[in-house]
């Protein structure tokens, strides 16, 4: 009976401290690779022109300080006229190198999906997967139109997939969609939870 009950407040304990502690370390994971690519560079780089500045924490707080100015200065210089200018002069530019163009439209474009004003994984709906219309999935449109590949009446639909971060996109007539009138982070959770997540939004 003991055994029984050490068990039961094991797994119990497993519950509550996996999601925080795996959270904990994502974001562990994603400073760490900051640091080692981007903030220790540019302290590295203010140490070498500053001499007073010894390499170390110091030298990497102030570059983290430094980067983050930079990135906002970036987002105020991007609203303004002559900054998007700028960018534009950017993009044209990338764009002319054939591989470079490849990788920088496809994270610009995820990037945009994600963060931009205008989000791409903002339209939650259900796609019917036969013609009897029984087994369907949950994913996101992301094009209503797909009329520039020559398909008429055709939509393209994104589906995450449980507990991983990938996806496919599919293209299926519009017919076979139907918009679902929930919050996309709670259909994001569901499927990637497996279908097992709570439905948080109403309270429950």
């Known amino acids: 009976m003991m055994i029984r009950s050490l068990m039961r407040f094991f797994f119990q304990g497993l519950l509550i401290l996996l999601p925080v502690v795996l ?36 030298a990497t707080l102030l570059g983290t300080a430094v980067t983050l100015i930079v990135i906002t200065a970036t987002g105020v210089a991007g609203s303004l006229y002559l900054g998007r200018y700028m960018m534009g002069y950017v993009d044209r530019f990338l764009e002319r190198i054939p591989l470079v163009k490849l990788l920088y439209n496809a994270l610009k474009d995820l990037f945009h999906a994600f963060l931009g004003d205008t989000k791409s994984f903002d339209k939650p709906v259900l796609v019917y997967l036969t013609e009897d219309k029984r087994i369907k999935a949950m994913g996101f449109m992301t094009r209503e139109s797909m009329e520039s590949f020559g398909l008429q009446d055709q939509v393209a639909v994104y589906l995450p997939q449980s507990y991983n971060f990938a996806g496919n996109l599919i293209i299926v007539p519009k017919s076979q969609v139907e918009s679902l009138d929930v919050a996309a982070s709670q259909v994001t959770a569901f499927v990637v939870s497996g279908g097992v997540s709570t439905e948080r939004n109403n309270g429950n």
């Open 23 to 58: 959270t904990i370390y994502l974001v562990y994971l994603i400073f760490t690779a900051l640091n080692e690519t981007v903030f220790s560079a540019i302290g590295s780089l203010l140490a070498h022109y500053s001499p007073a500045l010894e390499p170390g924490l110091t």
